[in-house]
């Protein structure tokens, strides 16, 4: 039998963690409690002792924790990060998520056998970048933006001397990520440099009538009708009237879910499938790893994919493949 892609969870806290491990993940990814990590939310990430228990509940169960330290260091204030990859190194984790060229550069240089990982949050999607960060820093595999198609990535795999990771599920960006600042105009934050977009100290809900309203900061997002579900406010994925026409401007409120394309992508060539949330509860993690885990699985004993209804955990309860199959080209 072949052997599987491998599966790659989100863990936002250590109960996430033991989920995503039971229901059969390759490996989790997660961050510090600190600015260091691009989903630095309240009540989310991991301690020094919380992730040295989670390394050793995963190894236990044979699975692989890697680190995010994706947001780029503050001018003139980069111990924190310094600090975040001594100490993952020093936990030995598996690999550490880096987006930072400096940062790339002082892990390199200071713990040469920490295996290195680029962030999404680089945004390197083409050939000419991701040599660049292998030839210069190590990197042993990039995890690619979702703005390219699947021939583009398995043109990419042809010639490149790292391995590549993917999303498979999971909330969107509209923009490149790592190239997006919208939040900082409105909370003054931003994922890049706090680690936070749309921070929930500047979220509210209101009652208007009959209707649900949801703000960020001075802004009002949304307006939801009765019995219309309330997502949370972003502006990209914000409703504002164009026109006098109301409407998603910017994105709609949607997953992605490459379910049925696990195929395509391993011809394309990629070595693991990621999964995006983060900031996503417990329940959420056991339902989808266990979806692409019975999938993986079943696909390396030659079996056909079997259908997943996996609407229930999806924003807005609506799903797309997102950039893989462009069909506005």
């Not at 699947?150 to 790592?178: R, S």
Request: one cysteine or more; proline letters at 5%; aromatic letters at 8%.
């Amino acid at each position: 039998m072949k052997k599987p892609l491998e599966l790659v969870s989100p863990a936002g806290s250590p109960a996430s963690l033991r989920a995503a491990v039971d229901a059969g993940a390759d490996a989790v990814y997660l961050g510090f409690r600190d600015e260091t990590n691009a989903r630095n939310f309240p009540g989310l990430n991991f301690s020094r002792k919380e992730l040295e228990e989670g390394l050793d509940y995963a190894r236990r169960h044979e699975a692989k924790v890697y680190v995010a330290i994706n947001t780029f260091p503050e001018a003139g204030n980069p111990d924190p990060w310094l600090s975040a990859v001594d100490d993952a190194a020093g936990l030995g984790v598996d690999a550490v998520i880096l987006a930072d060229v400096g940062l790339a550069d002082y892990a390199a240089r200071n713990h040469p056998d920490l295996r290195r990982h680029l962030s999404v949050q680089a945004a390197a999607s083409n050939a000419e970048a991701i040599r660049f960060y292998h030839r210069e820093f190590g990197f042993k595999r990039v995890v690619l933006p979702r703005v390219l198609t699947v021939a583009e990535i398995a043109a990419l795999n042809e010639g490149l001397p790292v391995e590549t990771e993917v999303f498979v599920f999971g909330g969107l960006c509209v923009m490149a990520e790592g190239r997006c600042s919208l939040s900082s105009y409105v909370t003054g934050q931003s994922p890049n440099m706090n680690g936070v977009c749309s921070p929930a100290s500047h979220v509210r809900y209101e009652e208007r009538g009959s209707r649900l309203v949801s703000r960020l900061g001075k802004f009002t997002i949304n307006v939801f009708a009765p019995g219309e579900a309330a997502g949370y406010p972003t502006l990209c994925k914000g409703r504002f009237s164009a026109g006098g026409d109301p409407g998603y401007l910017f994105e709609d409120p949607t997953s992605l879910n490459a379910f049925n394309m696990l195929g395509e992508l391993e011809k394309a060539g990629v070595t693991a499938l990621k999964i995006e949330g983060r900031q996503r509860g417990r329940a959420y993690v056991a339902e989808v790893v266990s979806a692409f885990r019975r999938a993986l699985d079943g696909a390396a004993a030659g079996e056909a994919v079997p259908s997943m209804d996996l609407s229930a955990v999806t924003e807005g309860g609506r799903e797309t493949t997102g950039a893989y199959r462009k069909t506005w080209r």
